[in-house]
């Protein structure tokens, strides 16, 4: 599927800030058979000179400095990407530092009491593979979708007590559970198309990639109980949302900030 997707960010200040330092995980990544064809970053009203990096996880960077006060900043991102049926980055094995990261637990995705009592009952002996599936279609059918309930600083701990939140918590709480039996998994941020959302409606997306011996990363949604397809657009991968925040900085100044996004997402 060939999709186009605008992606507008407007940073306002509530005083004027003399100086931002920004950072944007927003470029959708040429993997597992997925292919981003353009990719367009404009600031306004001043135009900012942009540069990029690659992170420790694989993921395209693009940040700049804007030194001049100011009471606002927009971000406008444009892309266009060719989809993929299914997610296929090959067998491969992951390395002693990507283990690592990715079975150990983080403060969004912890590995307490709860969590493993939630996952204990799903668990299939010898086959790491059919667990991780159980243990999405768990999350599924056990928590509420219900946006407002929960914020960007919910952990899957608090998940489980509220039994309702929205997709970020449902990947951190399959996240969890998967390490909690052993199962390397990884937090994917992008896009989710859905021709009945559109401008204000459309919103970015998260769900989970669990690596099995023998198969390679395999990528599921706990919020919609599937394997990622030919809807879904990936950006970026880390060990929870705080490797992958679409948009993360910091300003100078006294000043109170909001944040607003708009997105939009079109089949061509």
């Known amino acids: ?10 940073l306002s200040y509530d005083a004027p800030i003399n100086e931002a330092h920004t950072e944007v995980r927003l470029k959708p990544a040429d993997a597992g058979g997925q292919r981003c064809l353009s990719f367009k970053l404009l600031t ?3 135009k900012a000179h942009v540069l990029a990096y690659i992170d420790h996880f694989g993921n395209d960077v693009r940040y700049f400095d804007w030194l001049q006060p100011h009471q606002r900043l927009s971000i406008a991102v444009t892309s266009e990407v060719l989809t993929a049926p299914l997610f296929d980055p090959g067998a491969g094995e992951l390395t002693p530092l990507e283990e690592y990261d ?3 637990p983080t403060a969004y995705a912890p590995a307490d009491e709860a969590i493993c009592r939630f996952a204990g009952p799903h668990i299939l002996p010898d086959d790491p593979l059919g667990t991780a599936r159980t243990l999405s279609e768990a ?3 056990s928590i509420k979708y ?3 309930a929960t914020d960007v600083k919910t952990t899957a701990d608090d998940v489980i007590r509220l039994g309702r939140g929205v997709c970020q918590d449902f990947a951190h709480l399959l996240i969890a559970c998967c390490r909690c039996q052993g199962i390397p998994a990884r937090y994917v941020s992008g896009y989710l198309y859905d021709p009945k959302f559109f401008g204000d409606t459309a919103a970015t997306h998260a769900w989970v990639d669990v690596f099995i011996a023998g198969h390679g990363w395999i990528s599921l949604d706990p919020t919609h109980n599937c394997e990622q397809n030919e809807r879904y657009v990936r950006v970026a991968v880390g060990r929870d949302y705080a490797d992958v925040p679409p948009t993360r900085g910091v300003f100078k100044g006294n000043a109170k900030e909001t944040l607003e996004v708009r997105v939009v997402i079109r089949a061509l």
Do not use: K
């Not at 060939?2 to 407007?10: A, G, K, Q, V, Y």
């Open 146 to 148: 219900e946006r407002g």
């Open 102 to 104: 990715y079975c150990h």
């Open 44 to 46: 306004e009203p001043v």
């Open 1 to 10: 599927m060939r999709l186009f997707i605008e992606h507008l960010t407007t």
């Open 139 to 141: 999350v599924f059918r």
